[in-house]
């Protein structure tokens, strides 16, 4: 038995990066043939619209022309001098636009008639000049300007309708093509899942098959069959072991494979929603569908990723005073509008006074997303979701989270939090995998907290987490900051320093925004998110970056990479400011590429004192000495 299951695991596993490859494959050959017939499509729009702007300057001329020569005002002339010089220019990027030999030749003949035209406007322009009024009406009363105008309106009527024609050939290549991308997409996406979800099973089912039998021979061990068993047991664990880490790196793995095709799934179909000329209405219901379709496959990759690294005891966490508030109108404005369009009344609760607690704001984020996002998604019609929150008589802070949906049975509700278990659900129309709740609780047991739930059938669920209740540390750090401690200015030149704070703890961002405000050569840059950070960084180019670790989205870690391989942000010191505070996070941290790294709390006097030294580094970074820093002297 210990040896069939990985080869199914492996089989499973070999099958699944065929199909992402095979998919990846079909999906970027099929976008290269729609960016084909896109960029025809709109060459074709291109030279439709700068024919109808090439004849409709040449009818202004001619409009000019008639009023000079019967006003014989000087003004008239603006719209005739103007398209002058440079309508056989435009006629000529016209001939280099269109790829169509048939509309060439249609150029080629308005190339004549258009010299006789402007000749034709010119001698008449002249003799009203020369004061011969009659004589310019007289040539005008001929009719030749006309009918020479008349024949090149025909020649561009026709060279018009060959582009619209090619135009509409495109068009129907186009929707033909994006309709092919989007049936590779799905076919590609369903395996990928189907294969993703079976996988997962075996690797469930064969961890609890060692369990078991981990189970078993330990039991054996204490009945006395002890060297036998022992080996038994080492092996068992060693299997045990194997298979986690195996799943562990498969989904790692997995998920990088499927990250890579979606990027570029959703990346393209969003560029397409925003192209210009717009799509037509069914190819963005198409687009729209993909865009659906990439996006819960992309939440079903992070939630498997989720709890495998959480299995896998590799998840780090930064556990420090969070305040509730905050996170709670973060969570309000989320999801006020998918309240709004389900008919589902929201109430979350007010704060007479601050309120923390210990957690990592990120990772307490998720968790709440999570509750919340259940409980609108099974209410019913014109329900409520109350969000609550008490102190506990042990000192914690409880938050509940009551909707009025349907409820559940006991039976039900004993089996929450079991992987996979969408307690009857899958037939229903609300998308899902069912892990969503054990990487919760998982979360909250890691964050110190506990996770639980009430419910009623008919009556609607409660569902609750509690976590240590903390002081609030960053208030009174903030308070001295700016009451005691006079940091020294940074007198380096003229140029004021930009420093780029990255972090998305709110307390955090506040304590230095108001120790940098008593330097007044520092100009501070803020960003709450790794993505804002990058883009912030690439834009600006700030001489020093503060970095958080733990960051929603692309970590700390993963931030200063980018940077550190894009040549325009390269060369730019970044110093780690991060709550994970053990000496290997440390060391992990400095080896990763961290210029300096520094822990929280936030040692106000060491902080500054390596901002002025990383400053006087990324000044002279150049080659040139660096000059010795004293430290900075604090007033306390």
């Not at 002249?126 to 310019?136: E, S, V, Y």
């Not at 440390?586 to 990763?592: E, F, P, T």
Request: with cysteine.
């Amino acid at each position: 038995m210990g040896l069939k299951t990985p080869h199914k695991i492996w089989g499973t596993l070999v099958a699944a990066l065929l199909i992402v490859a095979l998919g990846a494959l079909g999906l970027f050959w099929s976008y290269g043939q729609i960016e084909q017939a896109a960029a025809a499509r709109k060459l074709n729009h291109v030279v439709v619209i700068h024919s109808q702007e090439w004849l409709s300057g040449l009818k202004d001329a001619e409009t000019s022309m008639r009023g000079y020569a019967i006003t014989g005002d000087e003004a008239f002339l603006e719209p005739y001098l103007k398209v002058r010089d440079g309508l056989d220019g435009h006629l000529q990027e016209l001939r280099q636009l269109t790829a169509i030999p048939e509309g060439r030749a249609r150029l080629e003949a308005v190339r004549p008639l258009l010299a006789a035209k402007m000749a034709h406007m010119a001698q008449v322009i002249k003799l009203r000049r020369q004061q011969d009024t009659a004589g310019a009406v007289a040539l005008i009363a001929k009719g030749e300007g006309k009918r020479i105008m008349d024949l090149i309106q025909v020649e561009m009527d026709a060279f018009i309708q060959i582009e619209e024609a090619a135009l509409a050939q495109h068009d129907r290549q186009f929707h033909a093509r994006l309709r092919y991308l989007f049936t590779i997409l799905v076919i590609a996406s369903l395996l990928t899942l189907a294969t993703a979800l079976v996988f997962a099973w075996l690797i469930y089912r064969d961890s609890h098959h060692q369990v078991k039998n981990l189970v078993h021979l330990e039991t054996m061990q204490l009945l006395g069959v002890q060297q036998e068993t022992s080996r038994q047991l080492e092996q068992a664990r060693a299997i045990a072991e194997k298979a986690n880490l195996a799943k562990s790196d498969f989904l790692s793995s997995m998920s990088h494979e499927l990250r890579s095709p979606l990027n570029a799934i959703l990346g393209f179909a969003q560029l397409m929603e925003t192209d210009t000329p717009a799509p037509t209405a069914s190819q963005k219901a198409s687009i729209d569908q993909i865009l659906h379709a990439g996006w819960y496959l992309l939440d079903l990759i992070n939630d498997i990723l989720d709890l495998a690294v959480i299995e896998s005891g590799r998840l780090s966490l930064s556990l420090e005073p969070v305040s509730l508030s905050e996170v709670l109108d973060e969570c309000q404005e989320m999801f006020d509008p998918q309240a709004q369009k389900r008919g589902v009344h929201m109430i979350f609760p007010t704060f007479s006074e601050p309120c923390f607690i210990k957690a990592d704001r990120t990772r307490l984020k998720q968790v709440l997303i999570n509750i919340l996002s259940n409980a609108i998604k099974y209410n019913r019609t014109s329900g409520t979701v109350t969000v609550e929150c008490v102190k506990t008589p042990a000192g914690h802070i409880r938050i509940s989270v009551k909707d009025t949906g349907a409820g559940l049975a006991p039976e039900m509700l004993a089996q929450l939090f079991q992987p996979f278990n969408r307690l009857g659900q899958e037939a229903m129309a609300e998308e899902g995998t069912g892990i969503g709740l054990v990487v919760s609780k998982r979360l909250v047991e890691l964050m110190q907290g506990k996770i639980g739930a009430t419910s009623k059938v008919g009556a609607g669920s409660v569902f609750w987490v509690e976590f240590i209740h903390a002081s609030d540390a960053h208030s009174k750090l903030l308070q001295a900051a700016t009451s005691k401690f006079i940091p020294m200015p940074i007198l380096r030149d003229s140029r004021q320093s930009v420093v780029l704070y990255v972090e998305d703890n709110l307390a955090n961002l506040q304590l230095i925004e108001q120790l940098l405000a008593r330097c007044p050569d520092i100009q501070l840059l803020t960003a709450k998110n790794a993505q804002d950070g990058i883009a912030l960084a690439l834009s600006c180019v700030p001489d020093v970056i503060l970095m958080d670790i733990n960051l929603p989205g692309i970590s700390g870690i993963d931030a200063m990479r980018i940077l550190n391989q894009n040549p325009i942000t390269s060369h730019i010191p970044i110093v780690a400011l991060s709550a994970n505070a053990m000496p290997l996070d440390v060391a992990n941290g400095l080896s990763a590429g961290f210029f300096k790294y520094l822990t929280k709390p936030i040692n106000v006097i060491a902080l500054m004192e390596t901002l002025n030294f990383t400053l006087e580094y990324a000044a002279n970074r150049d080659g040139a000495p660096i000059p010795a820093v004293e430290p900075l002297e604090a007033v306390i």
